[in-house]
């Protein structure tokens, strides 16, 4: 029964308020026992619920995909380790598991196609893991992506070379450690909205990604915001969510 | 003299290189001394340059601002104190100042209004200047902007109140303080881009900023992200540049 | 002989000084070496003493249990690996070993039960273990507990479905990792006491709970108090001592 | 009209949707501009609106104490400093403020005075401002306030000294500054709930409050736990919840 | 040849600058390719080089050891893991491993005993580790220790009941982990310097000892200093060049 | 009536259990209100109480003062600043003031003078404020204090040259700013124990003294603790009570 | 097709602006899909690009390696960890790996001495590791090395015994870890530049470099800079370019 | 009598060991007082003392700079306030005092030009006044300066538009606030060594200059080493001391 529904037949006096009560917390969300899962959350933000996988186990995972393949919904699961993977049970035959992003992947339908491309751009080779979790997350909504990885400012004519990709793209998603200085330098070279993602690659100073963010937060390019440390899925959800626009 | 013409005058020969670097260095900027000023930043990047009123002299700012008046660019100066804005020089006259912002605002042409509102929401009173800086940049590039205003999650009906009006705006800044909780909020009710501005708001393990800022950073809400402390002028920027996708 | 006896004979003469201290020593503790066992500690605070089990080895936790046994205290031991539950020795037969919690529990009389329900809450499914550790420490005080788990703030109607029974709780015990927001929002919803434990679920800038012990610390809400990171057996013997008044 | 009514006119027919919902707020709370003034507050969490006055104007102060003085609300507004108590207008005659703990009280009503009392101790004279601020905070809601102050653990014979005073609590505000240990002293010999405060009080590694608040919550001691630094007021508003238990 | 004959042979012209500094270097220490063994810090310091286990191989702990056996030096090898210790070669037979304090111990000659006791004081059963370290290195060089274990805070008695052993101390090594309070309680005891040891048990906000670290640095009790987190070894040495004067 | 002469009367009967708590507190210390006076502390930690000056108001320490002088103890006051000193009330006549090192001393009875000198060392000429706290602390309580100012480490001769001096005190006092490293150069050239001070002296990456405190905390001399930045007091009190064995 | 040619050939017509970019790019770098191998580098910058190895698969690091020798250029990894090295594939027979230092060095030709030698300072023997990879890098640029090891502040003549050494460098870089003080003493007894590089060997309040890193930015010395925690790549390769001036 | 000649005279035995170290301290430094100033630093290190004004008083650096042009040596006196250098007294006539960068500068006799320029480069114009600080103390010693200002890597044509002027450079001092990016961009486009200024311009995740040096650290450019944040001097005096190689 729909929540319109169940509100009509309250205001009718067909059910009482304990069951109109009942009925809403069924259309919003089904309680697996660990786990909420939230059967509105597209509704309500535009987006089907994503299973963060890091702390929970093999058996709780399975659950919630399980409870989620039912109702047809597509399934992301992030943070998921190799080990934790091969111990899950139920899985639909055709998910994808992306070991390097450490993403499952499964679509009850595949969303159309957006006509804008995203860009997922990375200062160096070891920031990829990162950034293609970003991009697989946003290929995951429907996004298409264009990889521009290993651009670091180091040297800077490789950044240069990439310029017409780096400026058709709606929205990028810049990925570096060590000093993070990447998304300062694309901020200035597009008109577009600058994602950045520190990573924890570096040693030292670099303090697990904190002198990144950091930098990326007092970037003096404008248009640039951050979101966590390694958080490639939250720039990939936000770049959907602004390429949607 | 353009670039393309200063370009294609070096091809045929009419110009040697040193006059066509020469040339190309005009037509991007202007050197007065102290600052450069960039005139190719409206076209490079889709807005125009704006002044970090911070740590320049009141002389500095006067120059800067008295060149891109006379490049009639829209003039934009953040983080201007009350005493700083009272010792300029030159200003046009129809320069508006808003003291609680910090923001000296002049239009050499209105832009045309974005057709989409942002929302700019607040957890408490204590946070309104920094909005307003957000806000006024907004409205500085052509946005509508609704205020939403102390509506922080210790009293969650006023939140859930405002939820039309939340729904409404295409991109949504959430300024707070203290832990930073309103934008974790904010981001699970919409399916827009939530810029999350922390404040300095608070005192003790507030840090300045830094607990509300940590708060925002791992927020459990997907489709946050995070600008610097008190950078109401950086969320209002990435906002409207959002806006105009 | 009790503590007043042993002062009645002092006073009377019937023992000398040195006995007397002697005397009132064995009252209130024994020293089996590496540990002094507390055995005045029930009557001194209102509850039995607990083994901190982090940093003892086996031998000394199993010494310190038979002493507490022999006594007739009920034994509670925290943060014991499985690893090092499976090397005790000497343990009574009906101990009660919960993995996921690390606790072990023995009752040598089990508390009355008290008539108030305390309410253990969780932002997500990740928080369970801490939670559990704050749960079983309540009911081994002698507390009813009602487990809400999963009901984080970004999806608000998760916690909103659940407002009877966070109402029916007369002390709230609310875990959180990444930002903590949940105690804030909870609350602004109850007229409780909340106690607010920070888990160190999350990564990057959530800091091992760093982020959530900040934000629970600066909380917009008042009535809301903070223990350590990860800190569950805190937070459940607070909660009982706040049930019991 | 009161909610009940409102829902019941809607039910009813009698009203629409959008007329109920605005009824619905109107009960809930007031919006004067700057602020949204909570009147349901005291009934949903049983304790009336308090006004922080730190970042906020004496001209939005001066307008929400009227709001709540139109109410017949009790009045407490913490954090005022005095220049900024001395620009406020329309105060009530009998508003009494008090310098040193920063506080400007008004009752409407007096409480009805609670049974149990509740003791506020410091560990040096230093502290004797924030713990002013939580024992005026407790008085303001209606509790006995016994004060023990300067009894910190470099002098033990002073506060083993007052061991009756502090076990007639019901519970126990300790306010410390410095390394801030009384908190762990206090939580072994009372049986009572203990709430810990920091204070800023001490230079160099004290770090304004951080060596305290890192001790208080790293206690070991149980039954204790923490505010944030100097937060006298959330100190005396969770002792206050605690009492009414 | 001794430092003065060299020098005398200098003045004396009986040897060329070259040479004298050559042998000025022999008399001081010997360059045994990794390390320089330092044979002059007995007369200079007071107290035989000690070598620091941790970051050196075992090879070359083997060949220092075997150096300073060579010149009849007495051994104190810190921080020696059980490994490592297994994989020295060439010790003396008589060198003793001490498995918990991390310790190898080996005299020439037995130091002369000195009068007076130090005591070392620990908060808990986890800190014995580290003060095993402090009270092995005070016994190497020739001072008697008493120990008094488990007696933190949080149960006064237990320290009070020590306190003539505390007072007959001529100087007091404190260890305590967590909060870090017990020097406080002992500085406030007695009149004799107190050294201060942090050490890293506890969790979450105890950050591997800083809380400690940071508690004993700001306590309120005066004579009290600090060394290192976990570091037994220098308080040990200091204790003994404070219990020599 | 002294301690011994209650407990005698008491024992006698001559008074009941409450006149002789009573009595006990009056021979242990004195409530004046504000602040708890330790009349007791000298007998039991061997040195007069102190006045800890900062945060307390002119009028506190007036009374405290007038307390101890009315007692004929002799009189420490730190942390006072110049403006405070000036609004003190019934100071004796020959009470001195030390504006430098903000202590004020008054000897009722001077002490005798102690036979060995302390040396107190600074790295550079800023650092001489909290030497000379520690000196005049040292001397307050009768010890011959031997300064040596201005000799770090970035020029070797200037500490060589006074190589002698160093050597000849009993206990060092070494403060130093910006990297603190000179205690590990005295550390390595004297015998004796070496108190560190790091002071506040230096800027950016210094941190108001936190470079200095971690650098001498994990110094590579042996012998070395290390009291709170800017703490010549706790240094100077130390030294004291070392020097007196 | 060198630079210079494309450029030519594009003014003379002989390609277009398509080809003249695509010949640009080639000219400067190759794209080997997860790696953009820089082979203008040298040319620009003075030295080839280098390999950092952290973070990178085996797979990717034997590509980059075939590319780079494919070339004819010198080849240095860094930051490979022995087990990292066993896994790569295609290496040229006569590449030499240094497990301590973890650098992986072929030369294609050598380079030519240079006159003058740089000197390697640690500290300590746990030091060496980075000493040596600072050593190792700059020999690969053809530097003379001068290692002195062990020669740490606790002991000064060590240090002052091997002056003629240390003033005989061109450059100089002093390794340390714990406090970190060695650069501060040798930059007060020599004229030439000393590069910092602080180690994290130590413990506690070391921090894993950040003690020493602290106290060799805030360095009393002049002439002395500061590179990451444990880069001794980074000291090396920066002392041959000051070595090469 | 130099040097020499001292240990000449007491090797001849013309002079006793007293003397001779009485001659030998006065050929190297002169005592007046507060301060030790250091005559042979010249000689040992290549360039004259400079006086650190940061917490000396006017009196102090008034005596120390009489000491200096008393012996004629060249006066550099940094973080020199306006207000100080007002209440100085007895300053030669022809003293330049730079209020800007707080510097004030008299030669004895002018140093004789070096061949090379340095280049000062600063990313913004707030970091002017510590480039001036570098660039007046590298002319100071004779260096040539070539000033590039507000270059900031947010409009990298500004930048590439002087690259003739950054590769003149034999060395580069970088300064820069915020992220601290602009060093790796310059690190490379030059094989020239770079010295990064970290600046204190920016707020809130800059931290004073936090997020600029832990970004200089990391920077993923070689060739780059740091000085302490705001030490425009330090940059200068080493830019200098390569300089001269």
Redesign the interface.
């Known amino acids: 029964m729909a929540l319109e529904d169940v509100l009509e037949a309250y205001?009718n006096g067909q059910i009482e308020l304990n069951e109109a009560?009942t009925g809403?917390?069924g259309a919003?969300?089904e309680d697996i026992g660990?786990?909420?899962v939230?059967h509105?959350?597209e509704r309500?933000?535009?987006?089907g619920e994503?299973v963060?996988g890091?702390?929970?186990s093999a058996a709780?995972i399975s659950d919630i995909v399980a409870t989620l393949v039912a109702n047809e919904a597509n399934v992301l699961v992030t943070?998921l380790e190799p080990e934790k993977h091969a111990a899950l049970t139920d899985l639909p035959n055709n998910a994808v598991y992306h070991a390097d992003a450490q993403l499952l992947i499964w679509h009850a339908k595949p969303p159309a196609p957006l006509p804008h491309p995203i860009a997922v751009v990375t200062?160096?080779?070891?920031d990829?893991n990162v950034a293609e979790e970003a991009a697989l997350t946003a290929e995951f909504y429907g996004n298409q992506v264009s990889r521009i990885?290993?651009?670091?400012?180091?040297?800077?004519?490789?950044i240069?070379?990439r310029l017409d990709e780096l400026r058709q793209a709606?929205?990028l998603v810049v990925v570096a450690g060590?000093?993070?200085?990447l998304p300062?330098?694309v901020?200035?070279?597009?008109?577009?909205?600058v994602?950045a993602v520190?990573t924890?690659?570096?040693?030292?100073?670099?303090?697990?990604?904190?002198?990144?963010?950091?930098?990326?937060?007092?970037?003096?390019?404008?248009?640039?915001?951050?979101?966590?440390?390694?958080?490639g899925?939250?720039?990939g959800?936000?770049a959907n969510?602004?390429?949607r626009?």
């Open positions: 205001k009560l809403i917390r919003y969300f660990h786990t909420i939230d509105d959350r309500r933000t535009g987006a994503v963060f890091s702390g929970k709780q943070r200062a160096g080779t070891s990829i990885f290993d651009v670091g400012v180091a040297g800077l004519h490789r240069l070379a709606r929205v060590m000093e993070g200085a300062s330098v901020g200035g070279l597009v008109e577009r909205p994602i520190p924890s690659v570096g040693y030292g100073a670099a303090f697990d990604g904190v002198a990144a963010m950091l930098g990326m937060l007092t970037s003096c390019a404008s248009g640039v915001s951050v979101v966590n440390i390694d958080n899925f939250g720039a959800f936000l969510s602004i390429n626009l």
